[in-house]
């Protein structure tokens, strides 16, 4: 949304009872790369991290072998101070901020609660243990946020399993109940790692340096990067899930996993940045253009999803998107390209120069569009 968005994110590969929470290799990577995306200006556009963004990680160096399980680090209470902290102010008021998005990330072990009738996850934190399974209640940390307003929208992700659990109950983060009048307008978009009672898998991907990722972590990013924008640069969480629906097969690859659960708002969409630009198509003139001509190109829906005004050089062309905003073109007076994702369109040529005719823009790349 804008650069005053805020996010917590949450990597515990590491647990004091190694027993029942064997260690994770890619908590702390899936955080990375999580940030990475959430700081660059086609992702989340997160301009003031050190500010902004608040990160709970394994340590890197060894706890001491003395260290009690129930201390055993980043605890429960770890994160709950810093959503306090986030959420208040210095008297312990709430503090809302209407215009922005809050991110919460979670990488790890996780559960559900078995006799929940709705989708919700809990991260165990790393000091938990069979007997007393200290715990993150994710979805009900952004169902708070959400009941009191205190942000426009959420994206709430967690890559942990989601095992249906009757004896450990997810910990219920206290707060005053009293709710919002506006609660209804607040946007939540909420991404599990595997459906109820299923488990999230994490492996190394060649694509990421080798190094070890939560799959839903790699899937997500990777959805972002490459899923198609319904709207000009937008994508919406729509087209996030279907896009991630649609390719969960092919990123699993030969070792298959339940598909992901997404819960999009109740009420509008959300919508994120897009990252795929589409590919670069050239298009070439074939008579000389004497005077002003205008170009439409159309989708197959029958959408406008380019329009050109066409001058010869030396004056300026223009191409107009679906932002609406023109921008001047690189013309030479024969040949221009423009950006376009790979379908089949039409374009409408009128004025000095005129005609129609269909065409393919390629994965790959195809050959010129001839005018």
Not at 30 to 51: A, C, F, H, M, Y
Not at 88 to 117: I, M, Q, W
Not at 270 to 295: C, Y
Request: charged residues 20%.
């Amino acid at each position: 949304m804008m650069a005053e968005d805020y996010a917590i994110l949450v990597g515990i590969g590491k647990y004091g009872d190694r027993n029942t929470f064997p260690e994770l290799q890619g908590p702390i990577n899936d955080v990375q790369i999580v940030k990475d995306w959430l700081t660059s200006p086609t992702g989340g556009g997160i301009s003031n991290p050190e500010k902004n963004i608040v990160q709970i990680l394994s340590p890197t160096e060894e706890v001491p072998p003395n260290t009690p399980l129930y201390e055993y680090p980043p605890v429960a209470l770890e994160f709950d101070n810093a959503f306090k902290q986030l959420v208040t102010d210095g008297n312990g008021e709430f503090v809302a901020r209407p215009d922005s998005r809050l991110y919460l990330y979670f990488s790890g072990h996780g559960f559900c609660d078995k006799k929940s009738l709705t989708a919700q996850a809990t991260l165990y934190a790393a000091n938990a243990t069979r007997n007393f399974p200290e715990n993150i209640f994710g979805t009900q940390y952004a169902l708070n946020v959400q009941d009191k307003a205190l942000f426009s929208e959420i994206v709430l992700i967690m890559d942990c399993c989601r095992d249906a659990e009757i004896n450990r109950p997810p910990s219920i983060p206290t707060i005053n109940q009293a709710g919002n009048g506006a609660a209804g307008t607040v946007k939540l978009l909420c991404i599990y790692a595997a459906p109820k009672g299923g488990k999230a898998q994490e492996r190394a991907f060649p694509e990421r340096d080798g190094k070890v990722h939560g799959l839903l972590t790699h899937a997500v990013l990777k959805a972002f990067a490459e899923a198609r924008p319904e709207n000009g640069n937008s994508l919406s969480g729509s087209a996030l899930k279907k896009h991630l629906l649609a390719t969960w097969s092919a990123i699993c690859g030969d070792i298959p996993a339940a598909a992901p659960e997404i819960v999009l708002p109740t009420g509008e969409d959300i919508f994120f940045h897009s990252q795929n630009k589409g590919v670069l198509q050239i298009f070439e003139f074939t008579k000389p253009l004497l005077q002003a001509t205008t170009l439409n190109i159309i989708d197959g829906q029958g959408n406008s999803v380019v329009h050109c005004d066409f001058l010869p050089p030396p004056a300026t062309s223009f191409t107009t998107g679906n932002d609406g905003e023109p921008t001047p073109l690189d013309f030479d007076g024969k040949a221009f390209s423009l950006r376009l994702q790979p379908s089949y369109y039409k374009y409408v040529l009128s004025g000095d120069l005129q005609g129609s005719s269909l065409f393919a823009v390629e994965v790959e790349g195809g050959p010129n569009v001839k005018l």
